[in-house]
């Protein structure tokens, strides 16, 4: 099987948006199959070895920060996100359209505005030339890239809720 064609059936995405998803997700799957190889070196190491790998605590902190905000766009484009819907039985389609379209607002507002000050933070870091404690990592561009991915998130976020409004208004 061509990886055209496991990319068409696997992901239901449209255009540059379907490459987009799966680079994100491989971006997230590589990273958790490498925090799960840090992991057992560490534990190998520590019971059998009496050594275990020095920084890993920083490591898997790095990890899950790329991780999580590597995939979080894929799942706010596809609506991936917990709903509570506890009042849509009693409320007028157009009213739900509504308020679907001022969470969106106001979803993909604070992210943005999250954005702007997580990088601010970013700037900060890289000015004092901020490292982590044990490798000596620079924290700057790990928080640069939280920002980066939070002003992602909130123009999926945007665009995701602009779609659906189309999307809605076609049926």
């Known amino acids: 099987m061509s990886f055209k064609l ?3 059936q696997n992901y239901t995405e449209r255009g540059p948006i379907k490459l987009i998803a799966f680079s994100l997700e491989a971006i997230s799957a590589l990273t958790l199959f490498s925090l799960m190889l840090l ?13 275990s790998v020095d920084g890993t605590t920083e490591l898997t902190e790095i990890a899950i920060a790329v991780m999580i905000f590597a995939v979080l766009p894929v799942i706010t484009w596809r609506g991936g996100h917990v ?15 509504v308020l679907s379209l001022l969470a969106a607002f106001i979803i993909s507002s604070t992210l943005y505005f999250l954005g702007l000050r ?20 620079p924290v700057g561009y790990i928080v640069q890239y939280i920002a980066t991915m939070s002003w992602i998130t909130a123009a999926m976020m945007i665009s995701y809720g602009v779609y ?8």
């Open 6 to 8: 496991w990319l068409n």
């Open 39 to 51: 992991t057992c070196a560490d534990v190998v190491g520590r019971y059998f070895f009496n050594n």
């Open 83 to 97: 709903v509570v819907d506890i009042l849509d039985d009693y409320l007028n389609d157009k009213i739900i359209k």
């Open 118 to 137: 997580i990088y601010q933070i970013a700037a900060r870091s890289l000015r004092r030339e901020e490292v982590t404690e044990y490798l000596e990592l």
């Open 164 to 171: 659906l409004i189309i999307k809605n208004e076609k049926q």
